[in-house]
């Protein structure tokens, strides 16, 4: 996507040095465009932990570059075991967040692809090649899940006879959330670029505000019509029928069709399904847990700082400034996730076609793949 007329992807290998892995820091966002260099997997470990980082395929990502820092790291200090050095590295990058299943698929991606080279010299090759080759699958994916997506808003442009198609969405599924495209967004970019008028109301997704900070930033600088709105406004704009349909992403979704995505996502679902709003969900299939059936007893759910609710982050007289919201001795927990069950799903978009949120329907589309 474009950031100041200016193509950028999300993450990338600096091209001056192999060595360094380049990020855009998603804190900063959106006052602040602050590009960060990763030199060793502890900095991959703590941009995923922290957030500089963050959605389910950059977390992939993110760590399959970390992987092959890894490896270079082990030829620099002439490690003795590299084996153990780069279990070591991958036990501490699947530490860094739990929900997202990315992580844990790129990580065993790279152990069985270095694991098959003798020499460091080839593991060091053999990982920034996996590292590459896992960038320029998603964001192929990413295209493709807007290929599929679009008929769904073209669809609604014609019954609309042209006018306006709404569109709300939660959190950030977005290009600053892959590599390139996006998820949730994928549609929504190849829609806008084919002239269909589309118009987003986006959650503004507390406690971290991806929706007002990243989903708004990147539609804004993609020339996209969007409305920032507060979390607990789409219900409101689903009775009045101002959403056409609603299309989220997802952290981790179960082969049965349940899904893990921000906070609030469960409470959207069940609005749409109260006003008849069509409640769609954009995945990579890298997102699709094989091993877990029931999304409510297995998913494991993230819970951060408390700090993340009881403060808030903004633009203050041109700085970046953290005020506190809630009394000092308050209380607060940060459930990072929810999980919506397939029931409420319309359906799932995926790089290889739209399937029925379900056991049956993902098999579909994925047959080849043994199912827990």
């Known amino acids: 996507m474009k950031i100041n007329q200016q193509y950028y992807r ?5 091209p001056q040095d192999k060595k360094v892995v380049q990020i855009i820091d998603q804190r900063s966002l959106p006052h602040a465009f602050v590009i960060r260099d990763v030199k060793t997997v502890a900095e991959g470990v703590y941009a ?3 957030m500089l980082v963050r959605g ?3 977390i992939g990502a993110m760590a399959a570059y970390s992987m092959y820092l890894a490896t270079l790291e082990a030829h620099q200090q002439q490690v003795a075991d590299v084996a ?3 279990q070591q590295a991958a036990t501490n990058l699947l530490a860094s967040r739990p929900t997202a299943v990315n992580l844990h698929w790129a990580v065993q991606r790279q152990q069985a692809a270095i694991g098959l080279a003798k020499s460091i010299d080839e593991k060091m090759t053999v990982a920034l090649q996996t590292a590459q080759d896992i960038c320029e699958e998603d964001v192929e994916i990413c295209r493709m899940i807007g290929v599929h997506g679009l008929p769904l808003l073209t669809a609604i442009s014609k019954q609309k006879k042209g006018d306006t198609v709404n569109i709300l969405t939660h959190c950030n599924a977005g290009w600053i959330a892959t590599v390139d495209w996006g998820t949730a967004t994928s549609p929504i970019y190849q829609a806008h670029e084919k002239g269909i008028k ?7 997704t507390r406690p971290r505000n991806q929706g007002a900070r990243l989903t708004a930033w990147e539609l804004a600088e993609h020339g996209v019509p969007h409305t920032v709105i507060v979390d607990n406004a789409g219900g409101h704009l689903m009775q009045h029928g101002l959403v056409d349909i609603c299309i989220v992403g997802t952290d981790r979704t179960t082969y049965t069709g349940d899904v893990a995505n921000k906070i609030g996502t469960y409470l ?5 399904k109260d006003n008849g709003v069509p409640f769609y969900v954009a995945l990579p299939s890298t997102t699709i847990d094989w091993q877990m059936r029931d999304g409510l007893k297995e998913i494991p759910i993230e819970q951060r700082r408390a700090s993340e609710v009881t403060h808030i982050q903004g633009l203050h007289e041109g700085e970046i400034k953290q005020v506190q919201l809630t009394p000092t001795n308050s209380a607060a927990a940060n459930f990072a996730f929810d999980v919506t069950p397939a029931r409420l799903v ?3 978009i995926t790089e290889r076609g739209i399937c029925a949120a379900s056991e049956q329907g993902i ?3 994925f047959p080849k793949t043994t199912l827990a």
């Not at 959207?268 to 749409?272: E, P």
């Open 198 to 204: 589309v118009h987003v109301w986006v959650d503004e």
């Open 56 to 58: 389910a395929p950059l």
């Open 268 to 272: 959207k679902a069940l609005a749409a």
């Open 84 to 86: 153990a050095f780069l």
């Open 10 to 14: 999300s993450i990338w290998l600096h």
């Open 48 to 50: 995923i932990k922290e």
């Open 346 to 348: 319309t359906g799932l």
């Open 363 to 365: 098999a579909s589309l």
